[in-house]
């Protein structure tokens, strides 16, 4: 008699709802209230990440809520969360020590333009915890660094103790190849650098607007003004790329909770070229 066939399986589908389970491998305190979770998958590797892309992070028991990648996408086996404490799964989060296990799905949403961008200047523009999204364009723009003409960042923040990152940032200041500028709300202490808003560091940068790509991450009032500016510098709208955050639940399109227009944030964003998004920002002002 002839054997009966095999079963046909079919392959396991991957729940985009459905978390892995992974555990806190190192944690940082980077400034009041922020801290930095490197994370290792329980099982399995992690999928690659683009700059700019966020996970949604679980703390059994408390919630979910995105976070974005802030760690070098060379280095996809680290995965590297910057957590600002605000509410009850961001404290959660913050709060979880070595050997705690998080949950973990994604990487979601759209990247910063670091490809695109080749060939031409590149203005980062961060405020506040804005310099964690961007960190890891930071490190596509630096590794291959002939690729781009003339690099600056541009970072403002409350006061220094606010500054995120901050022997890096000395590190960078140290390079040739980058122009750091970095602005405090508040100097205290022996401060050397500037005072003022992240804005005015824009007349310092050197870069040709004509062929200048211009990345921006912030609180939105700051986005605004830092656009407003970059516009006024002579950067085309199409050449200025922003992050935009929502509530999110499901993450991948389907709950709406996100909606800005007709963009689902989620899946559309976070990260928006400035002209398509302009006239959403500009009703959300009335
Ligand atoms: C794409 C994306 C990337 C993000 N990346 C990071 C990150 O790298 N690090 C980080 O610390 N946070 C990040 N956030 C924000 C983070 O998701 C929220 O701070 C978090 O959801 C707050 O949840 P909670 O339960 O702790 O506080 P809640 O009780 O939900 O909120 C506390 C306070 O924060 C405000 N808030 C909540 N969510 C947001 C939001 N998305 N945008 C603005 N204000 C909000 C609420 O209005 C409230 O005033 C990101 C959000 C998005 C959408
Ligand atoms: S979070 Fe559900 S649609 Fe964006």
Redo the contacts with the bound molecule.
């Keep these: 008699m002839a054997a009966p066939p095999e079963p046909v399986l079919a392959a396991p589908l991957v729940d985009p709802m459905l978390p892995r389970v992974g555990r806190v491998r190192a944690r940082r305190r980077d400034a009041p209230l922020v801290f930095t979770l490197e994370i290792e998958p329980a099982e399995g590797s992690l999928p690659p990440f683009a700059p700019g892309q966020?996970n949604m992070l679980t703390v059994f028991g408390v919630?979910e809520?995105?976070?974005?990648l802030?760690g070098d996408p060379a280095r996809p086996g680290r995965l590297i969360?910057?957590?600002?404490a605000?509410?009850?799964?961001?404290?959660a989060l913050s709060r979880l020590d070595r050997g705690d296990p998080v949950g973990l799905r994604g990487p979601f949403?759209t990247g910063w333009p670091v490809e695109q961008a080749a060939g031409s200047d590149v203005v980062v523009v961060a405020g506040g915890?804005g310099l964690?999204?961007l960190r890891p364009a930071l490190y596509q723009l630096l590794a291959p660094r002939r690729r781009y003409g003339r690099i600056a960042l541009l970072y403002g923040t409350r006061s220094p103790a606010d500054i995120l990152f901050a022997r890096e940032i000395d590190a960078w200041r140290r390079r040739k190849d980058i122009e750091v500028h970095v602005t405090v709300d508040h100097a205290t202490g022996d401060w050397p650098h500037q005072v003022g808003v992240v804005t005015s560091l824009i007349s310092r940068a050197r870069f040709d607007p004509a062929r200048t790509t211009a990345l921006v991450c912030g609180p939105e009032v700051m986005m605004r003004f830092a656009i407003g500016t970059l516009q006024g510098a002579g950067v085309a709208s199409t050449q200025i790329y922003l992050s935009l955050?929502?509530?999110?639940k499901c993450a991948i399109g389907l709950c709406g909770h996100?909606q800005m227009g007709a963009a689902f944030?989620c899946r559309d964003g976070?990260v928006f070229r400035h002209d398509r998004v302009r006239d959403m920002l500009a009703l959300r002002e009335i």
């Excluded at 969360?81 to 600002?84: E, P, S």
């Excluded at 605000?86 to 404290?91: A, F």
């Excluded at 955050?245 to 999110?248: D, G, L």
């Design positions: 966020f919630g809520v995105p976070i974005s802030s969360h910057t957590v600002r605000v509410g009850p799964v961001s404290t949403g915890l964690a999204p955050e929502r509530n999110m996100c944030i976070p």
